[in-house]
């Protein structure tokens, strides 16, 4: 089991940036692929992005291309979502998740742990 924290949400100004963290409880975080996904009022969560339990694949969803980065520290149980050139669409609410063994995330990989959250909120 792991339990999921995420930090580094706040408010920004469109064309800005934010880095948030999803810290990891559990010996056996190497083993989880990680996504990061958002919600609004009214709206379906959506994956944003995800990356694999090795590292080396990752999905993105079209929205973010080119302007998110995921990348994980397995040394610091600590996945990272680097957010570049925010627009006032990406406010949401980010939560981080994780499931077990996945080589492929994509907008159907089921999670089966949360965090809590963090808002994000991007001004125009």
């Known amino acids: 089991q792991v339990q999921l924290v995420e930090s580094g949400g706040g408010l920004v100004q469109a064309g800005g940036s934010l880095r948030l963290s999803c810290a990891a409880s559990g010996r056996t975080f190497s083993s989880y692929a990680v996504g990061w996904l958002r919600q609004t009022p009214g709206k379906e969560r959506e994956v944003v992005t995800g990356i694999s339990w090795t590292g080396r694949t990752t999905y993105y969803a079209d929205s973010v291309k080119g302007r998110f980065t995921i990348s994980r520290d397995d040394a610091k149980n600590t996945v990272y979502l680097q957010m570049n050139s925010l627009k006032p669409e990406d406010t949401a609410v980010y939560y981080c998740?994780?499931?077990?063994?996945?080589?492929?995330?994509?907008?159907?990989?089921?999670?089966?742990?949360w965090g809590q959250g963090t808002q994000v909120t991007v001004s125009s």
């Open positions: 998740a994780a499931t077990r063994f996945v080589v492929v995330v994509d907008n159907s990989t089921v999670w089966d742990y």
